[in-house]
């Protein structure tokens, strides 16, 4: 695993100032935990309020428009995120890219939207069922990421990939820890690839998709796993913390 594991929570559509109390407690723990770097990402709505509740770990957007302000009703721009307290957006997640026909170009706009902004970017890839089933999943991915991350040999540091195969984001299903290790593997291939040598081989590459504290040894123990992108777990701040913990023991073993 990476020398400083980062683990960062997905709240999706979820989540009202009730919720603050989860992120708190998460905030808290992380005091301890310092072996591993924790964040998370609420709703637009408690980025202001979780940045102030919880003074320690990292606090981001889940999606963001490309363009910088303008005429987009309903949207938000990379700049706003920032103004409210983000230090990093997620960008292409599967669920974007299923519900709302975001594309390759578009989530790489996102994502350069974000670094202009001066916050650094998670862009998700991921196969589906179908694409896995007939042997496709790493050349999917290679094309997605290709097409989905800026470029830049400077921007490499600002830039985490999450691989998510979809159909295993809220399924409680999981990939096999081989299939994790030969895709995070060949995520890495094509990142030195893009990035160069030194560069590429900075970026972190985290696994998401039905993580949980049970899993999540075996999942952070796969090849160049260097952390988490948590849904469902980490809604609360005891499932969340027990994912933190594994990477936090993880370090010590
Ligand atoms: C996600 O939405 O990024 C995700 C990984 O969800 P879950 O952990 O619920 O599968």
């Given at each position: 695993m990476a020398v400083r594991p980062y683990i960062v929570g997905n709240w999706k559509m979820n989540g009202t100032r009730s919720m603050l109390s989860e992120a708190r407690s998460i905030d808290r723990a992380a005091e301890r935990l310092i072996k591993v770097e924790v964040a998370l990402a609420p709703p637009f709505t408690l980025i202001h309020a979780t940045r102030k509740e919880a003074g320690l770990i990292g606090v981001g957007a889940q999606d963001c428009h490309?363009?910088?302000?303008?005429?987009?009703?309903g949207d938000i721009s990379a700049a706003m995120l920032k103004d409210s307290g983000a230090g990093f957006v997620i960008v292409g997640h599967s669920e974007r890219r299923a519900n709302?026909?975001?594309k390759d170009a578009d989530v790489k706009a996102k994502a350069l939207s974000v670094l202009a902004a001066g916050m650094s970017v998670i862009v998700c890839v991921g196969e589906t069922e179908d694409q896995r089933d007939v042997g496709k999943a790493e050349s999917v991915v290679a094309r997605q990421l290709k097409a989905s991350l800026p470029e830049g040999e400077v921007v490499a540091e600002k830039v985490t990939v999450a691989y998510e195969p979809v159909w295993a984001i809220g399924t409680g299903r999981t990939p096999t820890v081989d299939d994790v290790s030969a895709m995070h593997r060949s995520i890495r291939q094509v990142l030195i690839g893009f990035y160069g040598e030194e560069a590429g081989a900075k970026v972190r590459i985290l696994y998401g998709g039905s993580v949980k504290a049970e899993n999540a040894a075996e999942l952070l123990g796969?090849?160049?796993?260097?952390?988490a992108l948590v849904g469902?777990?980490?809604?609360t701040a005891d499932g969340f913390l027990g994912i933190v913990a594994v990477a936090a023991e993880m370090q010590e073993s």
């Open positions: 490309a363009a910088e302000g303008g005429a987009h009703t709302h026909g975001e796969a090849d160049d796993v260097g952390g469902g777990a980490s809604l």
